[in-house]
């Protein structure tokens, strides 16, 4: 019965450390919109800042969802940067800046690195950058 109860406390700080963080992600995403408006002169209400995190929270948590699917879907447990851009598919001009970004970390990995890496025929096209997801 002991396990049981460690389990128990082990899930019981695993939710403490999500709402942590998802607390964290919300002041961090209003102070992002309130710095925004700031920026271009406009006044924006606390229930619309705190409508703006709950929206960017929702939307990541779906982004990360997806991002394992597609890992899976490749026969992997890492998502790698071919699995964001795919992820922006339905935005081209996202889809562009993610490609640039992914271009520009290319070009700013040392020689060394790249001659190191080994990469199948199938993962050429695509980055090496890797998010571990753990298994569930």
């Known amino acids: 019965m002991e396990g049981g109860n460690g389990s128990e406390v082990e899930r019981e700080e695993d939710d403490s450390v999500s709402d942590i963080l998802q ?26 800042t705190s409508c703006i995190a709950d929206l960017a929270l929702n939307y990541t948590e779906q982004l990360a969802k997806e991002l394992e699917v597609f890992a899976q879907h490749a026969g992997r447990k890492s998502v790698n940067m071919e699995d964001v851009i795919l992820s922006a598919h339905r935005n081209e001009h996202l889809t562009a800046l993610l490609r640039s970004f992914c271009n520009d970390l290319k070009e700013k990995e040392p020689q060394s690195e790249r001659k190191r890496r080994k990469t199948s025929k199938k993962e050429d096209k695509s980055t090496t950058r890797v998010v571990n997801i753990p298994d569930t």
């Open 23 to 48: 607390d964290r992600f919300r002041l961090s995403a209003v102070s992002i919109a309130e710095n925004e408006a700031k920026k271009n002169g406009v006044e924006i209400s606390e229930p619309i």
